[in-house]
């Protein structure tokens, strides 16, 4: 059976004899919220404001990076330096603005259900994400209640690197208080995938973008699916491969 497969591969790679899944690390904006097309009308727009030149569809190549590494690889390309802190900081402060102008997004079809599901098999949900979108950040404690307290999340304001360094996940294990091998990630951006990959964490990619799945597969996702509802619906078959 393939999940079990993926499992072998994983455990092969990482010299672990055996998963014991005991936190899930949440990725938040095209994982937990459909907010993706709101993030990348939202860069396209306020780049543009500055003679900055990101179409929304590199936005999704980018995502998961934090604001100022995003804005630095545009601003890199064209003038060949890093952008100033303070015009990051201006940058980055109306890109959230012009965020909050979009519609507030949605639960992601499936995650609520998902979330259900994995708290029921006894495992501790974490949010793990490059955002720092406040407003987006509030709403989840709406939208997913009871679920991630701030004690169980890494935020863009807890990093350094951000994705795809590993470090945001590792600040999620320590928060969880568990290994890479008692973890699994869940990532619907390549950088997020290869940021999980690299935190040595089993990490399941669900493609909820307009990017080709073989990406994801790329950047070394262990399972890969075409929404969250499908995970979720298989939920109980990778649980069962993941601890047998
Ligand atoms: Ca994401």
Request: a negative charge; one cysteine or more; hydrophobic letters at 40%.
């Amino acid at each position: 059976m393939m999940y079990k497969e993926a499992v072998a591969r994983y455990l092969g790679r990482s010299h672990n004899t055996n998963i014991y899944p005991k936190a899930i690390l949440f990725d938040m904006d095209g994982v937990l919220f459909d907010s993706m097309p709101y993030h990348a009308d939202s860069w396209h727009t306020v780049m543009e404001r500055y003679g900055l030149h990101l179409s929304r569809e590199e936005a999704f190549l980018h995502e998961g990076r934090t604001g100022a590494a995003t804005i630095n690889i545009v601003y890199r390309r064209q003038y060949g330096r890093d952008a100033d802190p303070e015009l990051i900081k201006q940058i980055y402060a109306e890109k959230s603005e012009e965020f909050a102008r979009h519609p507030e997004p949605e639960r992601m079809p499936g995650a609520w259900e998902l979330i259900r599901k994995v708290k029921a098999c006894g495992l501790t949900p974490v949010l793990v994400t490059g955002s720092g979108q406040t407003t987006l950040l509030e709403r989840l404690a709406h939208s997913y209640p009871d679920t991630f307290d701030r004690a169980h999340m890494v935020t863009a304001f807890d990093v350094k690197y951000g994705k795809p360094n590993p470090e945001p996940y590792l600040m999620g294990l320590a928060k969880a208080g568990v290994a890479a091998y008692e973890a699994m990630v869940v990532e619907n951006a390549p950088i997020g995938v290869q940021a999980g990959v690299a935190a040595g964490i089993f990490t399941v990619a669900v493609n909820t973008g307009p990017l080709d799945g073989q990406v994801l597969l790329d950047a070394g996702a262990n399972l890969l699916f075409p929404s969250m509802q499908a995970f979720c619906d298989q939920w109980e078959q990778v649980f069962q491969a993941l601890t047998e």
